[in-house]
């Protein structure tokens, strides 16, 4: 796993690349109805996205519903261990573990395979990280990326 550390943990849009971040995409049709609703991953220290994408599959950099249209970002310093070591590991041990499981939209989904990484690394000193409460503080916390991804939902918006 790549490191970087200093200036290079800066947002790239124009590349994709969100460090220590929650990314979210909407799905079309639901989030158009739902517009808090969408698919969400997880980027690792360097900012590669990993998302739980369909049963067994935890896609990296191909994000199941396109590129991201949000962003969170996270604080390294709240991770329980030793920063971007702690986070890649969990990231990394979060998106295995989802390798083994099926699909399910209403329960077991993309939100739940980020909510165990941050479970993982005990973000914010916290165990309870579940698809509600990161619903919740993606859409109070997350930023909207200008110029990059479909904004599927909200027509005409980049």
């Known amino acids: 796993m790549i490191n970087y550390h200093g200036g290079f943990e800066k947002i790239d849009r124009k590349n994709s690349r969100y460090p220590y971040c929650v990314v979210w995409t909407p799905i079309p049709i639901l989030s158009w109805l739902l517009p808090f609703i969408g698919h969400m991953g997880i980027c690792t220290s360097a900012g590669v996205i990993r998302d739980f994408a369909g049963s067994y599959l935890v896609s990296e950099d191909n994000m199941a519903f396109g590129r991201p249209t949000k962003y969170w970002k ?36 993309c939100h739940s395979h980020v909510a165990l990484a941050l479970n993982l690394m005990r973000y914010d000193n916290r165990t309870s990280w579940n698809m509600v409460n990161l619903c ?23």
């Open 136 to 158: 919740l503080w993606s859409l109070i916390h997350g930023k909207h990326v200008r110029g990059g991804g479909v904004q599927g939902w909200r027509p005409g918006k980049e």
């Open 74 to 109: 996270l604080d390294v310093d709240k991770v329980c261990g030793t920063g971007s070591a702690a986070w890649d590991k969990a990231v990394h041990d979060a998106s295995e573990e989802y390798k083994c499981r099926p699909h399910n939209l209403c329960c077991d989904n």
